[in-house]
């Protein structure tokens, strides 16, 4: 079993930055691709971002390529996500999430874990 911790969400106005990060209890988290997703009200979850599991190729949704990086660390179970110029079309819960597939995926039904979300709002 897998527990993951989001922070880092809050109220921002365009153009502004946010950071966020999942704390994994896992205690073998580099045998996980990690992702992050986000749920905006009345609509589908949607990938953001997603890095595989040595941290060296990374994944991005069209909607935020250059302007988010995800990132990870391995040796402190953390995986990060660096959102620049939000736009208020950013504005939803992220979530964090672990999958075991050895082949990464924009699909969250590709992912085993997740944690409880944080709300990222983007003030026009």
């Known amino acids: 079993q897998v527990q993951l911790v989001e922070s880092g969400g809050g109220l921002v106005q365009t153009g502004e930055s946010l950071r966020l990060s999942c704390a994994a209890s896992?205690?073998?988290?580099?045998?996980?691709?990690m992702g992050w997703f986000r749920q905006a009200p009345g609509k589908e979850r949607e990938f953001v971002a997603a890095?595989?599991?040595?941290?060296?190729?990374?994944y991005y949704a069209d909607s935020v390529k250059g302007r988010f990086t995800i990132s990870r660390d391995n040796a402190k179970n953390t995986v990060a996500l660096q959102m620049n110029s939000l736009k208020p079309e950013d504005t939803a819960v992220y979530y964090c999430?672990?999958?075991?597939?050895?082949?990464?995926?924009?699909?969250?039904?590709?992912?085993?874990?997740w944690g409880q979300g944080t709300q990222v709002t983007v003030s026009s």
């Open positions: 999430a672990a999958g075991l597939s050895p082949i990464w995926s924009p699909r969250p039904q590709s992912y085993d874990y």
């Open positions: 896992a205690r073998t988290f580099s045998s996980y691709t």
């Open positions: 890095i595989s599991k040595s941290g060296l190729s990374t």
